[in-house]
């Protein structure tokens, strides 16, 4: 499977974005479909995850209430809604899927990524 992002820009403080993340190759589930981010000059962190099947979802302490995540199964795309930005969401974004049962945040339990797509927030 493959994954590629979209959807990233600028937007203004307090604005909304939403990024998709399209799966192609064969059907994303039953996994889960991560998504995380790297400010500029930091390390990648873990944002949201969705579990395929059920739809199960998981939010950093930094995003609850402002981001949701969400997937489309017959279009095999997850998304990612953000709203409320801040200046501080500024990152580029990666979705990526982890095979593994249990949801999880460390970036090394996802073996696939996409290319990233870049968020910037102005205040």
């Known amino acids: 499977v493959q994954l590629q992002a979209s959807g990233g820009g600028l937007v203004q403080a307090g604005g909304s974005l939403r990024l998709g993340c399209a799966a192609s190759?064969?059907?994303?589930?039953?996994?889960?479909m991560g998504w995380f981010r790297q400010p500029p000059g930091k390390e990648r962190e873990f944002v949201a995850a969705?579990?395929?099947?059920?739809?199960?979802?998981y939010y950093s302490d930094s995003v609850k209430g402002r981001f949701t995540v969400s997937r489309d199964n017959a279009k095999n795309t997850g998304y990612l809604q953000m709203n409320s930005l801040e200046s501080e969401d500024t990152a580029v974004y990666y979705c990526?899927?982890?095979?593994?049962?249990?949801?999880?945040?460390?970036?090394?339990?996802?073996?696939?990524w996409g290319q990233g797509t870049q968020v910037t927030v102005s205040s």
């Open positions: 190759g064969r059907t994303f589930g039953p996994y889960t």
């Open positions: 969705i579990k395929w099947t059920g739809g199960s979802t």
């Open positions: 990526a899927r982890s095979t593994r049962l249990a949801v999880t945040d460390a970036p090394y339990h996802y073996d696939i």
